[in-house]
């Protein structure tokens, strides 16, 4: 739909669209301020199960499991220390990438519908582990009044403040995400989703870039979860159920797998007409299941197909470290001239 604007147009509809949202709180009421905010935490948290499922092709039902992580470390962390909001952060996403990282580890002996399955009983203990250790979480009550503190002098109780900071933060996660899926790693990625066969012919060392994806996607998952106590100044076990980690797997399918903008997209959709339609809550489950069959037979690339804003620039984006992670000792490294067939090859796939 918008493949026919030229890039630079695009590029300056984005441009448009990021000053309008951070002059959002001056134009809409406080309502509309918090289901854009909430709309940009669930954006991060399906960015983050977009580099395990939309990349690297890796089924998990328990990603509500580690956002909850996210969540419940920061909350701990503001309501009994005095730490700054910016390690508050850094201990969550760390805490949520060692989990991931564990959980991730599966992954080397089980795949397809057997690693669904296992993400999914991870779901399940982790909501039982909550309800059960009340003196930790609070049990089935959760923790509430939690502070949102600030962040280097930047008060973050107005929700004005709140919102213009997740803004902030989703950025650099998309940002992150668009370096990542164009650098080596996100293509061994891509490979590794294509056919594991072939990746190990080329020299991608297969089950490790399993597991990274699983660090990576779940650290970013549990940032979401600091985002969301900020949001919130709440956190119970209620949100982190199974029937969460559905709602983000159709985030990401109907938004787009391995876009940058498709968790954006679907999360404007999902979430979006969540709030505004709680009317039809009941019949949520129905309409969003239907959603994804069409979109998946009509543009399996989601929203993101169907915008044309799927397509990747042609050039790969060299990242020193992250370029050796996904090829094993030895095998050849990719050259100039592969890289130029493989662009060739996208677009022919893009313009089909």
Known sequence: MLQVLPKKLLWAIGAIA??????????????TVRVAALILVFTVFATGLNIILGFTGLLSFGHAAVFGVGAYVSARLLLDTGMP??????????????????????SWRAGGDYLALVT???????????????D?????????????????????????????????????????????????????????????IIARAHGINVPLTKV???????????????????LLGFVGPATFKVDQSILVVEI??????????????GSILVIGSTEYLRALADYRSAVFGVLMLVILLWRPGGLAQIFGLSSRTPNAVRLPFIGRIGRRKGAPAATPAADEIEDEHEKEEVSR
């Open 18 to 31: 990021l000053v309008a949202a951070v002059l959002l709180p001056n134009l809409v009421e406080p309502y």
């Open 85 to 106: 909001l910016l390690l508050v952060m850094v201990a969550a996403t760390v805490g949520a990438g060692v989990v991931g990282l564990l959980v991730g580890l599966t």
């Open 252 to 265: 990401v399918l109907i938004g787009g797998m391995a876009t940058t903008i498709g968790p954006l997209l």
């Open 212 to 230: 990274l994806s699983f660090g990576i996607g779940s650290a970013i998952a549990g940032l979401a979860g600091v985002l969301q106590v900020l």
């Open 120 to 134: 999914l009983g991870v779901g399940q203990i982790f909501y039982l582990f909550l309800i059960n250790e009340k």
């Open 136 to 196: 930790l979480t609070g049990g089935a009550t959760g923790l509430p009044g939690i502070p949102a503190g600030n962040f280097f002098g930047w008060d973050l109780a107005p929700l004005e403040n709140t919102y213009l900071f997740i803004l902030a933060v989703t950025v650099v996660v998309m940002g992150f995400a668009w370096v990542l899926g164009r650098s080596y790693f996100g293509r061994a990625m891509l490979a590794v989703r294509e056919d594991e």
